[in-house]
């Protein structure tokens, strides 16, 4: 069984599909700590929900990223992690801390990677009217939303749609999909070598990335 960590900034509920689905052992892993930057994040009321391990390492304390990395490393080394899962962390986490756990870190992006990278996805694909939208879930380089890609799950765009009604949409295919993924990665269906991703046993493969087209 792997062992997981969840970062978190906000209201955690990819954290919770992540929770339900090692609890219904769709994922062979099980979630030994939450580190959130902020102190404020509901998140940390669902872990508790949950009696899951939590950690506040607040960036506002530590003069640099670098210190702060640092910080969420020295927690991390003591929990024997194989996994950890930014799951609408909203720090970048620096050069050393990415290339230590180099393939074991993923993170979810609210866009079809490498379009919008970092913030305002969503209404960058109402401005620019979009045809599709969807999320992305990538290994973590130092790099901002561009380490190699995992895996995409994608929905057509409705001419009608407001920004909150796409945003609820993406949020439904991100409980799907991510626990999805960490659940194939515990598996060891996915994996990660030579900055290359390698899959096993697994359909849908377009462009070496998985991809899974959503009717929600």
Same mark, same amino acid.
């Given at each position: 069984?792997?062992?997981?960590?969840?970062?978190i900034?906000?209201?955690?509920?990819?954290?919770?599909?992540?929770?339900?689905?090692?609890?219904?052992?769709?994922?062979?892993?099980?979630?030994?700590?939450?580190?959130?930057?902020?102190?404020?994040?509901?998140?940390?009321?669902?872990?508790?929900k949950?009696?899951?391990r939590?950690?506040?390492?607040?960036?506002?304390?530590?003069?640099?990223?670098?210190?702060?990395?640092?910080?969420?490393?020295?927690?991390?080394?003591?929990?024997?992690?194989?996994?950890?899962?930014?799951?609408?962390?909203?720090?970048?986490l620096?050069?050393?801390?990415t290339?230590?756990?180099?393939?074991? $870190?993923?993170n979810?992006?609210?866009?079809?990677?490498?379009?919008?990278?970092?913030?305002?996805?969503?209404k960058?694909?109402?401005?620019?009217?979009?045809?599709?939208?969807?999320?992305? $879930?990538?290994?973590v380089?130092?790099?901002?939303?561009?380490?190699p890609? $995992?895996?995409?799950?994608?929905?057509?765009?409705?001419?009608?749609?407001?920004?909150?009604?796409?945003i609820?949409?993406?949020?439904?295919?991100?409980?799907?999909?991510?626990?999805?993924?960490?659940?194939?990665?515990?598996?060891?269906?996915?994996?990660?070598?030579?900055?290359?991703?390698?899959?096993?046993?697994i359909?849908?493969?377009?462009n070496?990335?998985?991809?899974?087209?959503?009717?929600?």
């Amino acid at each position: 069984m792997k062992r997981i960590a969840v970062l978190i900034s906000g209201s955690g509920s990819n954290l919770e599909a992540i929770i339900n689905a090692c609890n219904s052992n769709s994922i062979n892993g099980k979630i030994v700590c939450v580190i959130s930057n902020n102190p404020d994040a509901y998140g940390l009321k669902r872990s508790e929900k949950y009696n899951l391990r939590t950690k506040v390492i607040k960036h506002g304390d530590y003069l640099n990223r670098d210190n702060f990395d640092a910080a969420v490393d020295e927690y991390l080394a003591k929990l024997d992690i194989d996994l950890i899962v930014l799951a609408g962390f909203m720090r970048v986490l620096g050069k050393k801390i990415t290339e230590k756990y180099n393939g074991k $870190i993923i993170n979810l992006h609210p866009s079809l990677l490498p379009l919008y990278p970092g913030l305002n996805t969503h209404k960058n694909v109402i401005i620019n009217k979009d045809k599709i939208h969807g999320i992305s $879930i990538h290994y973590v380089s130092a790099k901002l939303d561009a380490g190699p890609l $995992i895996a995409q799950g994608i929905i057509k765009v409705k001419g009608d749609q407001n920004l909150d009604e796409l945003i609820e949409r993406i949020h439904k295919i991100e409980h799907m999909l991510l626990p999805e993924i960490i659940g194939l990665i515990c598996n060891e269906n996915i994996t990660l070598k030579n900055n290359k991703v390698s899959y096993k046993e697994i359909d849908n493969i377009t462009n070496d990335i998985l991809v899974k087209n959503y009717e929600i």
